[in-house]
């Protein structure tokens, strides 16, 4: 029977550092692959394309779901979000281990899609201002936009239960270290 790796899913609400930290984690720890979900949302200047996420047309994403390509998709904020069943298995191939970043929901759905080996560390900002800083330092988002990602900043809080770890995002240095640190406790079969 084939064998594949852990799936390790940063979550959190919205700006609350969930790429920085992947790219800190994936800067340390080599071993470890990243998983670039798929968006239909406009490309930021910062972004690379296959690198932070795949973008796509709305035709491109709609494809693919009618497909049954995604193992879970979702639209968040008038945009559409997919991950690929078929570059997770890609990237967990041959038992290697790898990072992605998705919201509560898609967890949820991606636990039971894969059953075993998906381990969960949701992210909360050190307060609601903290955050609120963060999104407005983007400098893309309209006030009415602002005020909704807040909105369901609190509803995604309340999901923090359902992941294995739960850490305060208030350095991106001590974040990693304390999610590198449980990833190698359950590698080595010290945590659940």
């Given at each position: 029977?084939?064998?594949?790796?852990?799936?390790?899913?940063?979550?959190?609400?919205?700006?609350?550092?969930?790429?920085?930290?992947?790219?800190?984690?994936?800067?340390?720890?080599?071993?470890?692959?990243?998983?670039?979900?798929?968006?239909?949302?406009?490309?930021?200047?910062?972004?690379?394309?296959?690198?932070?996420?795949?973008?796509?047309?709305?035709?491109?994403?709609?494809?693919?779901?009618?497909?049954?390509?995604?193992?879970?998709?979702?639209?968040?904020?008038?945009?559409?979000?997919?991950?690929?069943?078929?570059?997770?298995?890609?990237?967990?191939?041959?038992?290697k281990d790898a990072l992605l970043a998705a919201n509560w929901e898609g967890f949820l759905k991606i636990k039971k899609a894969l059953d075993s080996n998906v381990y969960g560390f949701f992210l909360i900002p050190s307060?609601?201002?903290?955050?609120?800083?963060?999104?407005?330092?983007?400098?893309?988002?309209?006030?009415?936009?602002?005020?909704?990602?807040?909105?369901?900043?609190?509803?995604?809080?309340?999901?923090?239960?359902?992941?294995?770890?739960?850490?305060?995002?208030?350095?991106?240095?001590?974040?990693?270290?304390?999610?590198?640190?449980?990833?190698?406790?359950?590698?080595?079969?010290?945590?659940?």
């Amino acid at each position: 029977m084939k064998k594949y790796g852990r799936l390790f899913v940063i979550s959190g609400p919205s700006a609350v550092g969930k790429t920085s930290t992947i790219n800190e984690i994936l800067k340390r720890n080599k071993s470890l692959q990243q998983i670039v979900t798929c968006t239909t949302r406009q490309q930021r200047k910062t972004e690379q394309s296959g690198l932070d996420y795949f973008f796509m047309t709305n035709e491109e994403f709609f494809t693919h779901k009618k497909n049954g390509d995604f193992i879970e998709c979702s639209e968040i904020y008038g945009n559409s979000y997919g991950i690929l069943l078929a570059h997770v298995k890609e990237k967990l191939d041959n038992e290697k281990d790898a990072l992605l970043a998705a919201n509560w929901e898609g967890f949820l759905k991606i636990k039971k899609a894969l059953d075993s080996n998906v381990y969960g560390f949701f992210l909360i900002p050190s307060s609601l201002k903290d955050l609120e800083l963060r999104i407005k330092s983007r400098g893309t988002e309209l006030q009415s936009v602002l005020d909704r990602r807040l909105e369901l900043a609190r509803e995604d809080m309340k999901h923090s239960d359902i992941f294995n770890f739960c850490f305060e995002n208030s350095s991106l240095a001590k974040t990693a270290d304390n999610i590198l640190k449980q990833i190698d406790m359950i590698r080595s079969g010290r945590s659940r």
